[in-house]
Nanobody, 114 residues
Framework: QVQLVESGGGLVQAGGSLRLSCAAS????????MAWYRQGPGKQRELVAW???????NYADSVKGRFTISRDNTKNTVHLQMNSLKPEDTAVYYC????????WGQGTQVTVSS
C-alpha cells in the first residue's frame, strides 16, 4: 500500500524559504519519476517540479530558479526547497509520481504573506 506523507509547510513572509519533505512508503522513490504538485485557492492542481531516475530535474516556469527538487534515497524521501517565496506560491503542496498514479496524501499548506 502506497502512502505519501508531506510535511514542512507553514506561514512565511514573501522572500522567505521553506523546505518540504515527502516521506514515501510502498513505493521506492529512486525507481520512479517523482514530482511535487500544488493547488492554490480556487485553482486546479498543477505540476511544480519533477525529478527523473537519473536525477534530471524539471520545473514549471513560475518556480524555475527559485525551487529545487531533490531525493534522499536512503530515507525514501523527496524534498522541495523553496526560496524567494511569493504570495502566489500560496497553496497546498503534494507529492506523487509524475503521472499522479498513487493515492494523494494530505498535502502540506504553504502560505506566503506579502
Amino acid at each position: 500500500q502506497v502512502q505519501l506523507v508531506e510535511s514542512g509547510g507553514g506561514l512565511v513572509q514573501a522572500g522567505g524559504s521553506l523546505r518540504l519533505s515527502c516521506a514515501a512508503s510502498g513505493i521506492t522513490v529512486s525507481s520512479n519519476l517523482m514530482a511535487w504538485y500544488r493547488q492554490g485557492p480556487g485553482k486546479q492542481r498543477e505540476l511544480v517540479a519533477w525529478i527523473s531516475i537519473n536525477d534530471n530535474t524539471n520545473y514549471a516556469d513560475s518556480v524555475k530558479g527559485r525551487f529545487t527538487i531533490s531525493r534522499d534515497n536512503t530515507k525514501n524521501t523527496v524534498h522541495l526547497q523553496m526560496n524567494s517565496l511569493k504570495p502566489e506560491d500560496t497553496a497546498v503542496y503534494y507529492c506523487n509520481d509524475l503521472f499522479a498514479r498513487r493515492p494523494w496524501g494530505q498535502g502540506t499548506q504553504v502560505t506566503v504573506s506579502s
